[in-house]
């Protein structure tokens, strides 16, 4: 009996490092954390009963059900800074780093048209150049440039 638990509880942690790092939702992660709380839960339920290993069979698939359900809702961060910008065209890392290096708002807009760069900017984008100190013109200026 012990040896089921121990596999269900190992089949579990297994669910929650597969998570793939090309997914664009959290669903593994959630699966496995959710699996391995509800598993863990139910153990301890079912141990009151009797039943300690059907508690967690029952728990970990009850938390991973749930667990999936909630990671799907959650999206992974992504942002452009880890993303290869065409040949030629400054990523958002470039932008902060020239903004760092002190040159001016002007001389950052006109290096972007220079190379004829092009920005999706997602909300994770706008808030990581703010924090860099990118100045609202630029960013402006950055988003106008499709």
Same mark, same amino acid.
């Given at each position: 009996m012990k040896k089921y638990l121990s596999l269900s509880i190992a089949l579990i942690f297994a669910l929650a490092i597969l998570g793939c790092e090309t997914n664009k939702t959290r669903v593994a992660e959630g699966a496995g954390i959710g699996g391995a709380v509800g598993a863990l839960a139910g153990g301890i &339920? !079912?141990?009151q009963s009797g039943n300690a290993v059907g508690g *967690?069979? &029952?728990g970990g698939a009850v938390g991973a059900g749930a667990g999936a359900l909630v990671g799907a809702q959650i999206d992974k961060p992504t942002t452009q800074t880890t993303q290869n910008a065409? *040949? !030629?065209q400054l990523t958002l890392q470039q932008v902060v780093d020239l903004t760092k290096q002190g040159s001016s708002g002007d001389d950052i807009i006109a290096k972007i048209k220079a190379t004829n760069s092009k920005y999706s900017l997602t909300p994770d984008d706008i808030a990581y150049l703010k924090k860099e100190g990118?100045?609202?013109r630029v960013i402006e200026k950055m988003q106008s440039y499709k």
């Open positions: &339920i !079912g141990h *967690a069979l &029952i065409p *040949a !030629g990118v100045s609202q």
